[in-house]
């Protein structure tokens, strides 16, 4: 479906759409929460609308906002983003411990976070070949090969 | 390491703009890999040496450091 999209149109487009569904979250809820909701998807379309002009920059940012990466700019998005989940790990952890150490109720949000993303990076491991490994050209069979020389 | 690429393009006369364009890289990853700021990839390496007419190990020497830009 992606392909039928311009690509300087994708992230904006992802952005709109997730914030629309998230401030129409908030509108579902009721009461005043509309207010919240109204000013949140007018802040969703300025940062879709500014995605969109960063995406026509000549940049890095301007490539990795536009998607047409290539593979310097896909290997920094790709770093950055682990940078991110090294973060989010860490925050969990040390969330998880002080909700431990001061028997908080709100402490499991943080241990969701840290389930997921450890079985996100064992899913990465699995997807991306460490279990392709193989056997080694020159494992010993148990065959005996006849040497060149002796013969 | 140290590579030929801002050598080679001077010498054809090219901007990095250029150069970019007939890679279908970046001017960002031209100036990067001139710079030796990023090593590209294998089949990126190659592009390079074929547009230049150059086998890679003479447009990248592994034995020489970068000595900046």
């Given amino acids: 479906m992606m392909a039928f999209i311009r690509p300087r149109l994708r992230k904006p487009l992802g952005i709109a759409l997730a914030g629309t569904v998230f401030a129409g979250a908030w509108a579902l809820r009721g009461g005043d929460a509309w207010q919240l909701s109204v000013a949140m998807e007018v802040t969703v379309l300025v940062a879709a609308i500014t995605t969109y002009v960063r995406a026509g920059e000549d940049s890095d940012e301007g490539a990795l906002a536009g998607s047409r990466a290539d593979e310097r700019q896909k290997m920094l998005s790709l770093r950055s983003r682990a940078l991110g989940w090294n973060f989010a790990m860490i925050a969990a952890f040390i969330g998880i411990t002080v909700g431990v150490a001061v028997q908080a109720t709100w402490s499991w949000p943080f241990l969701v976070i840290l389930a997921v993303t450890g079985f996100a990076y064992l899913l990465g491991l699995s997807n991306y070949g460490v279990a392709e490994e193989g056997t080694a050209d020159d494992t010993d069979t148990g065959h005996q090969a006849p040497s060149p020389a002796s013969s | ?69």
């Fill in chain 2, 1 to 69: 390491m140290r590579n030929r690429v801002r050598e080679q393009r001077t010498q054809r006369e090219m901007s990095q703009a250029e150069l970019a364009a007939a890679l279908g890289v970046s001017r960002q990853t031209v100036i990067s890999i001139e710079s030796g700021r990023y090593l590209p990839s294998l089949p990126l390496a190659f592009a390079i040496a074929r547009f230049f007419g150059l086998t890679v190990d003479k447009m990248f020497d592994p034995d020489e450091e970068e000595t900046g830009t």
